[in-house]
Structures are given as structure tokens and as C-alpha cells.
């Protein structure tokens, strides 16, 4: 059973292009975290959300705590956004990840 | 500046042959992780340290074990490698405080089981 679940799985965008990841997860949450893999393997975390929307730069995060869905967005997309988006929810303490957006946006 | 620091990037081991990663962090977090993600998954967490405190997923092999000498240092140990263990191993360190738990990853230890 997958208590996350992100969509697409893989999504190629062009240069400029407003891009939209989801998320959905199946049980109360405390937190969402929505974190950033590279091809080289290192994590950076992006936002943390326990209710609302958060923004930074050209990514936004929102989350619908009823719906137990987050979405993140990023407006004018560049190359070097190409990355794994992942989310994870906060569940009795634990991190449980989904298995990731692999994002490829081209020039 | 590098926050949470993985030795080495890159290890390659024999089959049987033990093997330790190290984990190194200067934000005095409290919490350290440590994660195994392997090709195309997403990363799975092994065990943590809140403070000394030790706790162990109920899924994680007995082959995998842990230290934590001190607040800046973790360690994963494996005991007896095998081929099903090459994997990219991650460690991350956050601390819980008011409610924010945001958790800060090293660049990972991509290890080789020959």
C-alpha cells in the first residue's frame, strides 16, 4: 500500500513552461516536506508544509489538508531545474517518501 | 559551505567484507538519519538518533547497524555486505524545534559490493 503517491512519474517541459508536480497521500499527516534530487544523488530540501502555500523564488508549494494533497509549481522553468521532486509526508515521526517526479525541462 | 558531510562519495566493498560510512554535520541538529535508496526508488529511512537515543525501522536488517559517538558524528555499519546492499546511502540531520522539522541531507555514499 502506498501512502504516497506522486504524479506524473516523468514529465518533460520546455524552457519557460509553468510545471505542476502532485501529490496525495493517504493518512493524517503532521508535516509535508517536498525535497529536490539531483542527478548526482544529493537532497536539498525545498519546503516544509503543514498547511497553506509557501513560495520561494519561482517554486510554490501549496497543500490541502482535507484533501491530503500538496502541489508544487514552478513558474518559468529552466534546464536547470531538471531534477527528481520528491514528497514526503511526516507520519507518527517517521519521513515516508514518495517515489519521486523525475522533471526533464528542455532548452 | 557543506552542512552535512558524507565520507567517502564513493565505496566500493566485497561481498562479506564490512564496511562503514561516516556522516558528519556542524548544525548541532539533534537528529541524525540515515537512509538507503537504491536505483529509481525513492530513499528508504533505516534508523535514526534523537539525541542518543537509537531508533531502528521495524524493517531494517540486522546487518545494518549504527554509532553515535557524538552530536556532530554518525556512523552505519555493515556487517556483512551483499550484492542486494549497493546503494546510494544518505544522511540527513534536522532539529525538532516548535513544530519545524526541516531535515538537511548529505550528498550521499554510492556504495559498490563487488
Known amino acids: 500500500k502506498n501512502e504516497v503517491e506522486q504524479s506524473p512519474q516523468n514529465l518533460t517541459a520546455q524552457e519557460g513552461e509553468f510545471i505542476t508536480i502532485n501529490c496525495s497521500y493517504s493518512?493524517?499527516?503532521?508535516?509535508l516536506h517536498w525535497l529536490q534530487q539531483h542527478p548526482g544523488g544529493g537532497i536539498v530540501s525545498l519546503f516544509m508544509?503543514?498547511?497553506g502555500k509557501k513560495k520561494h523564488g519561482r517554486l510554490i508549494a501549496t497543500i490541502n489538508i482535507q484533501e491530503k494533497h500538496s502541489s508544487l509549481h514552478i513558474t518559468a522553468s529552466h534546464p536547470r531545474d531538471s531534477a527528481v521532486y520528491i514528497c514526503?509526508?511526516?507520519?507518527?515521526?517517521?519521513?515516508?517518501f514518495g517515489k519521486g517526479t523525475k522533471l526533464s525541462v528542455k532548452p | 559551505d557543506a552542512m552535512v558531510i558524507q565520507n567517502p562519495r564513493y565505496q566500493v566493498t566485497q561481498f562479506g567484507k564490512p564496511v562503514t560510512l561516516s556522516c558528519s554535520q556542524t548544525?548541532?541538529?539533534?537528529?541524525m538519519y540515515w537512509y538507503q535508496q537504491k536505483s529509481s526508488q525513492a530513499p528508504k529511512l533505516l534508523f535514526h538518533?534523537?539525541?542518543?537515543?537509537?531508533?531502528n525501522e521495524a524493517d531494517t536488517p540486522d546487518n545494518f547497524q549504527s554509532r553515535r559517538p557524538n552530536t556532530s558524528f554518525c556512523f552505519l555499519d555493515i556487517r556483512s555486505p551483499g550484492l542486494g546492499d549497493a546503494a546510494m546511502y544518505l544522511c540527513?540531520?534536522?532539529?525538532?524545534?516548535?513544530?519545524?522539522?526541516?531535515?538537511?541531507f548529505g550528498a550521499g555514499t554510492r556504495l559498490s559490493v563487488l
Open positions: 540527513a540531520t534536522s532539529r525538532v524545534l516548535q513544530g519545524e522539522n526541516i531535515q538537511y
Open positions: 493518512v493524517g499527516i503532521s508535516a
Open positions: 508544509l503543514s498547511s
Open positions: 514526503a509526508v511526516r507520519i507518527q515521526g517517521n519521513l515516508i
Open positions: 548544525l548541532n541538529h539533534n537528529v
Open positions: 538518533y534523537y539525541d542518543k537515543d537509537f531508533n
